[in-house]
């Protein structure tokens, strides 16, 4: 007989979220829901009060920040480093530029022009301050840490989860333990293939959701300033890690087909892609 | 950018080079720290009972 999942599902951090584990009571779940919901009132954008809001329209100012951002900043600046600049947190102004001004369940509209916005390399716009944890932003430069924080946030809260469990923030999961069959969790991933694991993460980026209007989406090209145009709709990897995962994902759908998979491939990751299915020189998505 | 905005964030840069010089520490990019590890990947049958899914949100 398998033993019991203990399960918990809400919406917090754009997405919808999903705790699993064994062993462990409704309690420790709702305590790593608090946690989340505690995370996305600080990480988020959209709310004025934010402290990430408050980091953004601090004009170049050093601001005294709560450890968990530090954290989070350093993180920032790691998947900068580890994807060579693919994976810039300061890439709000191109967001913005493309009409993601709001929460997506707002609605969002493409604006009639939106005009390529050059995004300054991340180190160049973020300093940092150990030793009075504090950090600034160059004076027009603005964060978003959406994905960057769903993957660490994972990694951080599976130890909430005792030693039996699941937590998917998004579609960005950190697993560990046996599950409920014994041969690890099965997870599906973006191709509907499916693995079974007893540690580590997948993650999944992708154009398929966060649509809106003609072609935009949430997926900002560094390089251009604009939603990337890739011939991969979805890429699943596993790896060690949500935060490492969520930025080797996005690589390489930034990448595209050949050099995005070669990416991964070079890395000895297990992987999952799906391809985007085109019109003309756009793509659309994946095939459902 | 302004001028006054410019000078502050160059003002910044000076204050930070001059921390560096006395030996403050400045954080560097943190996480993960190791390089990544391989987990063991079972491959499942299109059958299997699946638990949770990784997707674009």
Request: glycine share 10%; charged share 20%; with cysteine.
């Amino acid at each position: 007989m398998s033993p019991e999942v203990t399960s918990r599902h809400f919406d917090a951090l754009g997405s919808t979220c999903e705790l699993l584990s064994i062993g462990t009571g409704q309690a420790a779940l709702e305590r790593c829901e608090a946690r989340v919901r505690e995370a996305e009132a600080r990480f988020t954008r959209f709310l004025p009060d934010s402290e990430l809001a408050r980091l953004n329209a601090g004009d170049g100012r050093y601001l005294p920040v709560s450890p968990e951002m530090f954290a989070m900043l350093e993180a920032a600046l790691w998947a900068f480093e580890e994807s060579q600049g693919l994976v810039n947190a300061a890439v709000l102004p191109a967001m913005l530029s493309a009409g993601y001004d709001r929460p997506f369940r707002q609605g969002l509209s493409e604006p009639a022009f939106a005009a390529a916005v050059q995004l300054p390399p991340l180190p160049e716009v973020l300093l940092l301050d150990a030793a009075t944890r504090s950090a600034a932003l160059a004076p027009g430069a603005a964060l978003d840490l959406g994905g960057i924080a769903k993957g660490a946030l994972a990694d951080l809260l599976i130890d909430e989860l005792g030693d039996n469990g699941v937590c998917n923030l998004g579609g960005d999961l950190r697993v560990r333990g046996l599950g409920p069959e014994g041969d690890g969790w099965h997870i599906g991933l973006c191709d509907r293939t499916a693995v079974a694991l007893t540690e580590g993460a997948v993650c999944t980026s992708g154009t398929t959701r966060r649509r809106w209007g003609q072609s935009a989406h949430h997926l900002i090209d560094p390089r251009t300033g604009m939603p990337a145009r890739t011939d991969l709709a979805e890429v699943s990897v596993v790896t060690d890690s949500a935060l490492r995962g969520e930025v080797y994902a996005k690589c390489a759908m930034l990448l595209g087909s050949t050099a995005g998979l070669a990416f991964l491939e070079t890395r000895g990751l297990h992987f999952a892609a799906v391809p985007a299915v085109t019109s003309g020189d756009r793509a659309l998505g994946a095939a459902a | 950018m302004s001028s006054i905005a410019t000078l502050r964030w160059a003002s910044m840069l000076g204050t930070l080079v001059l921390a560096l010089g006395s030996g403050a520490v400045v954080a560097t990019s943190p996480k993960p720290t190791q390089a990544p590890w391989h987990p063991a990947v079972t491959l499942l049958p299109s059958d299997a009972t699946v638990q949770s899914k990784s997707y674009v949100s």
